[in-house]
């Protein structure tokens, strides 16, 4: 990380509280409320103003509304299991909670939070050179916006280690550009989002077809122009490929995060200037948080 750019950090709110309501044990107050999403989340929050002093700061979340995915796509994520109404419960909290650490909140109907990360890192990465990126998540899908400015600080395991996803880790990981981690999965799907991608196609063919012929439009139009490359592709490969296409793109649009949320966005409202510490201490001895008074930056 170089000494001279500034640190904007995007937390992507809801990733990372499903993360740490998962990892965490069901720990309660007093009152028997449960706030274990509420502990971890800022813990990974703290965590990340230590290390990287950011400059500016913003956090993104869903909302109840059907996003546009929905619309187009009704059995989209319809497959995840319901949360239990304490975990929903604890969102208001860590909103309190981002609002006394002076963090604007940003959320659209009609968007993810990752629509709004992508909106708000493509805006930054097109017009202010000089800034880093570093995206707080706890989910795997917001790797595709990776690049020379943006990069992604996950937990790993629990929410204790967390690493710092560059350009560099992804082709260790994948084999794959960022960008291409969007052919990819439409190609092979996703099912803990109820994404078919192309039935037939696994992960490694994915990845052989996706480096190959770099996205899914070059692999369709080589096929379709039956190509020298594309005469490489196995005959049953590409049966699957042709008569799937509609299916592939389907599963792109709904992989592939927007960049164009209808958000009103202006970098200065994201400068962090600090918190009023007394406010915030107050806030974490009433829900007990007595330990994380000492992390504080």
């Known amino acids: 990380m170089m000494e001279e750019n500034k640190i904007f950090i995007i937390i992507d709110s809801n990733a990372l509280i499903h993360r740490a309501y998962h990892a965490l044990p069901p720990l309660k107050t007093k009152n028997g409320e449960l706030i274990n999403a509420v502990y971890g989340f800022l813990l990974v929050f703290l965590k990340a103003i230590k290390e990287f002093h950011p400059e500016y700061i913003a956090a993104a979340f869903d909302l109840k509304?059907?996003?546009?995915?929905?619309?187009?796509?009704?059995?989209?994520?319809?497959?995840?299991?319901?949360?239990?109404?304490?975990?929903?419960?604890?969102?208001?909290?860590?909103?309190?909670?981002?609002?006394?650490?002076?963090?604007?909140?940003?959320?659209?109907?009609?968007?993810?939070?990752?629509?709004?990360?992508?909106?708000?890192?493509?805006?930054?990465?097109?017009?202010?050179?000089?800034?880093?990126?570093?995206?707080?998540?706890?989910?795997?899908?917001?790797?595709?916006?990776?690049?020379?400015?943006?990069?992604?600080?996950?937990?790993?395991?629990?929410?204790?280690?967390?690493?710092?996803?560059?350009?560099?880790?992804?082709?260790?990981?994948?084999n794959l550009t960022p960008d291409q981690l969007i052919d990819f999965k439409s190609l092979k799907g996703d099912a803990s989002d109820n994404i078919s991608g192309v039935k037939g196609i696994g992960e490694k063919t994915a990845i052989e077809l996706i480096r190959k012929f770099k996205n899914l439009e070059n692999l369709y139009k080589e096929i379709e122009n039956e190509t020298e490359e594309s005469k490489e592709i196995k005959e049953r490969i590409k049966e699957i490929l042709i008569k799937n296409k509609e299916a592939a793109f389907f599963s792109k649009m709904l992989v592939e995060i927007r960049k164009d949320a209808p958000i009103d966005f202006k970098l200065e409202n994201c400068q962090w200037k600090g918190y009023n510490k007394k406010n915030v201490e107050e806030l974490l001895k009433n829900y007990e948080f007595f330990t994380l008074i000492n992390k504080l930056p």
């Open 65 to 174: 509304a059907p996003t546009f995915r929905h619309n187009h796509f009704k059995e989209y994520k319809a497959k995840r299991p319901k949360m239990p109404d304490e975990f929903y419960q604890q969102i208001p909290i860590i909103k309190d909670f981002l609002k006394a650490f002076n963090v604007p909140i940003f959320e659209k109907e009609g968007f993810e939070a990752d629509d709004i990360i992508g909106t708000i890192s493509d805006l930054l990465s097109k017009n202010e050179k000089d800034l880093e990126i570093i995206i707080l998540t706890g989910d795997s899908d917001i790797f595709q916006l990776i690049n020379k400015n943006t990069k992604v600080y996950a937990p790993k395991k629990g929410l204790k280690d967390t690493l710092l996803y560059d350009e560099e880790k992804i082709r260790e990981k994948y």
